[in-house]
C-alpha cells in the first residue's frame, strides 16, 4: 500500500502540466545534459540501473545501490570547442545501516569571458576598443537528494528517492535569477531486471529574474533600439522519465546491461519521435558490457529529431536524425574511471565532445591491531 502511495505521489505530482501554463519551452536546459560519463556514454538511459553518487541526478532512489561507504562523483566536460565548460560533483553518504542514503550535488554550465561591447561605439562614431570588458554567463545547481528502501526481499528491492534543487543563474552583473524545484523517483530491481520512473521538477521550477542596469546602461540600450528587461518569472514545466533494463549473463566474466528510457516532456510541441501538443516523448536506448567487473564498454543513441536532409536544396526533405554516443570505463580497487565520447549536434553534423569522469568508493582505512 505504501509503494502505491509513492508512485501515485509522482504521477498526481505532475498532474498540473494538463492546465495551461505560462512554461517557458527548454528552460533551465543546462539541467538536462546529464552527469557522469557512465551515463553519457550509455545515451543517457540511467533512470532504473543507477546506483552511485550520479543518482542524485538521474534518480534518487538509485541513491540506496550507495552501501556502507559514501561515493563521490565529478566530471569536466567542454562544449563547442571549450566555448562552454560544465561540470558537476556529488557525494551519497548512506545512513542508518544502509536503509537510507542522503545525497549532495553541484552542477555549473558556463560560457566565460563573453565580450561586453555595450561601450564599443563613441558617441561620435568612432570605436574603442579598450572599452571592452568580458562577463560571465552561468548557471548553478544545488541538489540534496535523500533515498530510502520501501520494500527489500531476496527477490525485489524497491526504493523510493527525493530532490530539493536551488537554482541560481547569472548574467554577469546585468541579471540573476534564484529557482527552487523538487524531483521524486522510485526504482524496483529484480534478479535480473530494472525498473524505474523519474519526475523532475514535479511541482514546476520557479525562477525570479531582476535584472540591474546602471543609468549609463540604459541609455546605451535605448540608444540602440534594445529593450530595457524588467523582472520576470520562468517556469520550468513537469518531465516525466521512465525506463527498465536487464542484465544478460553472457559467460562466467561477461555482463550485458541493457536499458531503454522514455522522457516526456509537458511544454508543448517538440520535434521528438511523439510530437503532440502539450506532451511530447522522446526515447533513450543504452548498452553496458561488463568484462570481470573491471572494464566496461558502454554505448547509447538519444535525442531523435526530424531534420532537413543534407542534400536537399529546396528544404522539403526531411530524414530522422539522432545522438550517437560512446564510453568506456575502468575499476581499480575503489576508484572507477569513465570517459565518453558524444555527439552534442547529431550524426549528421558531427560537434563531438569528450567527457571524463572519476567516481570514488571512501572506504575507512582499518587500524592495524583491529
Known sequence: MRIKKFAAFIIIGVSPILVKAQFKKYSNEFLNIGAGARGLGMGGAQVSSTNDATAGYWNPAGLVGVKNNPN????????????????????????????????????????????????LVEPDGSLNYGAISSFSNADYAFIFSFAQNLKQTEKKNISFGANTKVIYRKVGSFASA??????????????????????????????????NFSDKEKEVLYLTKNDIPTKSTELTAPRLVIGGGYNFNLGKNVKLLTEANVNVTFDGKRNTV???????????????????????????????????????????????????????????????????????????????THIFSLRINLVKKEKEGQ
Open 72 to 119: 563521490v562523483g565529478i566530471m569536466h566536460a567542454e562544449y563547442f570547442s571549450g566555448i562552454a565548460k560544465y561540470d558537476y560533483a556529488s557525494v551519497a553518504i548512506p545512513i542508518n545501516n544502509n536503509k537510507r542514503t542522503i545525497g549532495f550535488s553541484l552542477l555549473r554550465f558556463a560560457i566565460d569571458d563573453i565580450p561586453n561591447t555595450l561601450y
Open 178 to 211: 534564484w529557482g527552487f524545484g523538487l524531483d521524486a523517483g522510485l526504482q524496483m530491481h529484480g534478479k535480473n531486471w530494472n525498473l524505474g520512473i523519474m519526475a523532475r521538477d514535479i511541482t514546476t521550477t520557479f525562477n525570479a529574474w531582476s535584472f
Open 274 to 352: 511523439l510530437s503532440r501538443d502539450p506532451v511530447s516523448a522522446d526515447p533513450n536506448l543504452g548498452l553496458e558490457l561488463s568484462i570481470k567487473d573491471a572494464f566496461f564498454i558502454r554505448g547509447g543513441v538519444s535525442n531523435f529529431q526530424r531534420a532537413l536532409a543534407d542534400e536537399d536544396t529546396v528544404n522539403q526533405k526531411r530524414v530522422w536524425i539522432y545522438q550517437p554516443s560512446l564510453g568506456a570505463g575502468f575499476k581499480i580497487k575503489n576508484l572507477m574511471l569513465d570517459y565518453a565520447f558524444t555527439n552534442l549536434a547529431n550524426q549528421s553534423n558531427p560537434l563531438y
